[in-house]
């Protein structure tokens, strides 16, 4: 039992560091789409697009998780994405 | 330009579903750590075993997100696993 608790954990562990490789690339391309939208002077926030991924990934839920606490847990993600370009516009601006 | 967004946010898209594909590998497997520790009689929530997933994934950020935001991200993912967990206890006290 303990042994096979352990192979669990280990198999956690991996899915961990590849949630943390998913979530990096994804923030990287965030921030690239934040330097396109602000050279075109575009708004970073965009309520429409966000709805439509949300909606994408509800259709493909298949649990465990309910789609309430996926929905929720997107939303934490898109809200440090947009931090993530806000930071960047900051850093652009003190140049 | 349009075009670059364009296909960023397909990027996006996909990064989505694979991220919503892992979180609910997870899911399954938290479940099955859950449903062995319920037979064993062990506390599921391990603060510890907490802490040290915490540290491996930080070990292992290279941004852009900082390790304060990615901490986040995962503890929100912890809770909903938890709250799995908690769930599926219900449930098999009901039957």
């Keep these: 039992m303990a042994g096979e608790l352990e192979t669990l954990r280990k198999q956690l562990d991996e899915i961990n560091l590849r949630l943390l490789e998913l979530i990096s690339e994804r923030g990287r391309i965030v921030q690239e789409i934040g330097r396109i939208k602000g050279k075109q002077g575009v708004q970073k926030y965009d309520p429409i697009r966000e709805r439509e991924m949300l909606e994408r990934i509800k259709a493909q839920n298949r ?4 789609d309430a ?21 900051r850093k652009a601006l003190l140049v």
């Design 69 to 89: 606490t996926i929905v929720h847990l997107f939303k934490e993600l898109f809200k440090a994405s947009l931090e993530l370009q806000e930071d960047d516009t």
């Design 63 to 66: 649990g465990p998780f309910s």
